[in-house]
């Protein structure tokens, strides 16, 4: 079973708040992922991160930022809210050498 | 950017049937990797393919990795009501990118009892 934990699991906020999503993993993988899903739809990459003190945009072009001061902690934060930020937000870990990524539950988020 | 075509977009199968999905790209990948997200969920890994023309089973699912390396397919034999969900391919170049993933639209499965 993976060791990947986000908070919160759902998440409502209004426009132009400032939020903090929580990732957190405890095996010492080296390389961290964020993908937005929208419901029924695929993971796009938003942000990645293969150490610490490294962090690089995605595939997909986002307003979040991230940043990983330690090799288990990967939060991506929005300075100001806005109702097309809401999706679902995944994380995700794997180890150099190692195929599988392992998936959070997830943070739904809505903005209103 | 890189694109993943997942088919079909859904099913809707009697318990006990054969699924088959597949997926193409316009670009090579070096692996290919077949997920399943139940609702609420993060996606789990069911199958990994690291060679083409390659052919890896996992109980009843059974995923091959295309001999020109742009397409895969995934099937479930005899399927059970705890196979619904959605099924994901997954491609990972290799090289220095960083193990990032890039997903197909996703297969919505539903299987009635």
């Known amino acids: 079973e993976a060791d990947i934990y986000q908070t919160p699991r759902y998440l409502v906020i209004g426009t132009g708040k400032k939020i903090t999503l929580e990732c957190s993993q405890t095996m010492g993988h080296d390389k961290m992922y964020w993908y937005q899903q929208d419901p029924g739809m695929e993971l796009h990459l938003i942000h990645y991160?293969?150490?610490?003190?490294?962090?690089e945009k995605g595939d997909l072009s986002s307003e979040s930022t991230v940043s990983r001061i330690r090799t288990e902690h990967f939060p991506l934060t929005l300075e100001s809210a806005r109702p097309s930020h809401t999706s679902q937000y995944l994380c995700?870990?794997?180890?150099?050498?190692?195929?599988?990524?392992?998936f959070g539950q997830g943070t739904r988020l809505t903005v209103v | 950017g890189q694109q993943l075509n997942q088919s079909p977009q859904s099913m809707f199968i009697q318990e006990g049937e054969d699924v088959s999905m597949n997926c193409t790209s316009s670009s090579i990948f070096n692996t290919w990797l077949w997920y399943k997200q139940d609702p609420g969920e993060g996606p789990v890994l069911l199958i990994a393919l690291y060679k083409a023309g390659e052919l890896t089973s996992n109980g009843r699912l059974t995923a091959q990795f295309g001999i020109t390396r742009k397409d895969s397919f995934l099937n479930i034999s005899a399927s059970i009501p705890s196979d619904v969900g959605i099924y994901f391919c997954a491609g990972q170049k290799g090289g220095t990118s960083y193990g990032k993933l890039t997903f197909g639209q996703g297969t919505i499965l539903t299987v009635h009892p």
């Open positions: 991160s293969y150490g610490v003190n490294s962090t």
């Open positions: 995700a870990s794997r180890i150099t050498g190692d195929t599988e990524a392992f």
